[in-house]
């Protein structure tokens, strides 16, 4: 029977993939890891990414009206659930009505947190959505840098992390940037042609 699995550990389930986990959580804790797209995220972090949430679909955004909500209004899920149930969800997917309540918490936070005199949390538009780095880099670059432009990053073997500038195979934008990888040699920085 299939179901017993979903309540079984995984170091019981498969104990070799346990213990790589473990072991990969050792060498984070001992070394110091200076790669800018990778960083030591904290247990409760890990536990939500780890959650029942990463089992849905969650396609979409929350309602709109959720952005000016205070957190106690947000957090009210006899008021929040009973709008769900009548009016639906904007989500392409039904059944995330939690995860809803859970991402405009997030966003409310979040705009909370960067919120000025100047701006307030409603002034300021949220996205707590996860994004890698590849569309993020793209988006910087289309927002900022001119078609023809010079972009310059270190190699990969020098402490480089965009992949915009190496190996051909993986460049996004090269027909409308001009990408030029930079090399340290003799302790020097070097434009590599």
């Known amino acids: 029977m299939f179901y017993p699995y979903f309540n079984t550990a995984l170091e019981e389930l498969d104990p ?3 213990q790589l986990i473990q072991l990969e959580a050792e060498r984070q804790r001992r070394r110091i ?5 990778e960083s030591a995220s904290p247990v409760a972090v890990r536990e939500a990414l780890g959650s029942t949430f990463q089992n849905i679909y969650a396609e979409g955004y929350p309602t709109e009206d959720t952005r000016w909500m205070t957190e106690g209004e947000i957090l009210d899920y006899r008021t929040r659930l009973a709008f769900y149930r009548r009016y639906s969800d904007p989500r392409y997917y039904k059944g995330v009505e939690y995860a809803d309540t859970v991402e405009a918490l997030a ?5 909370e947190a960067f919120a000025t005199d100047e701006f307030s949390p409603d002034d300021i538009y949220v996205n707590v959505q996860a994004l890698s780095g590849a569309p993020a880099n793209n988006a910087v670059f289309q927002a900022l840098v001119e078609p023809g432009d010079t972009v310059m990053s270190m190699d990969l073997l020098h402490g480089g992390i965009s992949r915009m500038v190496h190996r051909p195979t993986v460049r ?3 027909s409308t940037l001009c990408p030029t990888p930079l090399i340290v040699k003799q302790g020097k920085l070097i434009m590599r042609r």
């Open 16 to 18: 070799d993939v346990h």
């Open 33 to 37: 890891i200076l790669i800018p797209s």
């Open 107 to 111: 966003r409310r936070r979040c705009a």
């Open 172 to 174: 996004e934008n090269t």
